[in-house]
């Protein structure tokens, strides 16, 4: 009996303990925010982002930006081929022709260029996931945390590919594979073996960085390496993109991008 009476009183008294916790909690109006929770508000990187330096004022600039990223180390068989689309690109749009892109038949950035933030995004954090919402073409990418990637070779080719990742401290450290093969960054052709590694972390409160590594067996040499920055805008409120009767279309004989007439003159 001796036992049992210590036990029970033992328990009433932590009962009457997490009473007076909830009871505060309440008086205070705040809600009881559960460990996992707390550990995903931790991290800071919720909210929306611009691209830094690109769409803020120079004034508001007050860290330098990142390095321009280099050229992508692709196998000469590769280079070659690569350099001349660029220069016949530059050239195009040098002439006021330029020719039809992704963009031209409304197809979003897909991976990794979404996160490059020609729009704003949006971070929000939850438990188990991490959602990126890019408002070009409304973009959206699921970041699963402590999951695994399938493998190449088994994943389904998608504009943003399977991502998972995990903290390490206050860096969202992510692996992406299954890019759609015809989903490409600044033209750089890849196989379905690309591999897309990301460290995403705050400089301060105001600031963010994505540390990107691209590899590819098939296509590149070394990894491809840059990195991102972003500012945070907590004011700004995400507009609804949808790509509806776009006027552009690929010429079939040329490539370039033409501007559908409407009207007397389109007959």
């Keep these: 009996m001796k036992t049992l009476f210590t036990a029970t009183n033992t328990h009433i ?87 039809a892109s992704g963009y031209t038949h409304c ?4 991976m990794p260029a979404m996160m490059m933030g020609m729009f704003p995004m949006e971070v929000l954090e939850s438990n188990g996931q991490v959602t990126i919402i890019q408002e070009a073409y409304q973009q959206i990418r699921r ?10 070779q088994d994943a389904e080719p998608r504009f943003w590919g399977h991502s998972a990742g995990h903290w390490e401290g206050d ?55 840059w990195t991102w920055m972003y500012a945070r805008r907590p004011d700004y409120k995400m507009y609804e993109y949808v790509c509806e009767n776009n006027r552009e279309f690929a010429d079939p004989d040329t490539g370039a991008a033409r501007l559908k007439l409407f009207g007397p003159e389109s007959k």
């Design 13 to 99: 008294v932590a009962l009457a303990g997490s009473l007076l916790v909830l009871a505060a909690c309440h008086d205070q109006g705040k809600p009881i925010a559960t460990p996992e929770a707390a550990a995903s508000a931790a991290k800071g990187i919720d909210g929306k982002w611009f691209a830094y330096p690109g769409q803020v004022d120079p004034l508001e600039r007050t860290i330098d930006p990142p390095q321009p990223i280099g050229d992508p180390p692709l196998k000469p068989e590769y280079l070659g081929p690569w350099k001349e689309l660029r220069a016949k690109l530059a050239d195009a749009d040098k002439r006021g022709e330029p020719i």
């Design 107 to 110: 197809l979003p950035d897909g």
């Design 143 to 152: 970041i699963y945390l402590n999951d695994k990637i399938p493998a190449w």
């Design 171 to 225: 860096t969202l450290v992510t692996e992406t594979v299954g890019i759609k093969e015809n989903i490409l960054f600044r033209n750089v052709p890849h196989s379905a073996a690309m591999h897309i590694d990301e460290r995403i972390h705050l400089i301060d409160k105001d600031h963010m960085v994505d540390e990107v590594t691209v590899t590819d067996p098939d296509y590149l040499t070394t990894p491809w390496q």
